[in-house]
């Protein structure tokens, strides 16, 4: 019911930043949670960051003080700002939204070089 395209991936050196955007279409977000995850090479997929309706963000450990989730409502869109970005944050990055969770674009790529 609900598309949602993944964007803004691309290489990247380490301690750098890069800014992700997922923007849904078919229905508006209204007030449901959406999340970012991701999928290193070779592992599963895991969650990175949620946002709540209500705008309340939770960070993995992994990236707590160095990413930042965010949503724009009036464009339907969720973002994720990526600073000092280390190498183990490689990974096809997916956005998803509640309250099924089973929404899944095609990701976006990021690399991190050292």
């Known amino acids: 019911q609900v598309q949602l395209v993944e964007s803004g991936g691309g290489l990247a050196q380490a301690g750098g930043s890069l800014r992700l955007s997922c923007a849904a279409s078919g229905r508006s977000f209204g007030f449901n949670a959406m999340g970012w995850y991701r999928q290193p090479p070779g592992k599963q997929r895991e969650v990175v960051a949620t946002i709540s309706g209500g705008g309340t963000p939770i960070y993995a450990d992994s990236v707590k003080g160095r990413f930042t989730i965010s949503r724009n409502y009036a464009k339907n869109t969720v973002f994720l700002q990526m600073n000092n970005l280390k190498p183990e944050d490689t990974a096809v990055y997916y956005c998803?939204?509640?309250?099924?969770?089973?929404?899944w674009g095609q990701g976006t790529r990021v690399t991190v070089s050292s």
């Open positions: 998803n939204l509640g309250p099924r969770w089973n929404n």
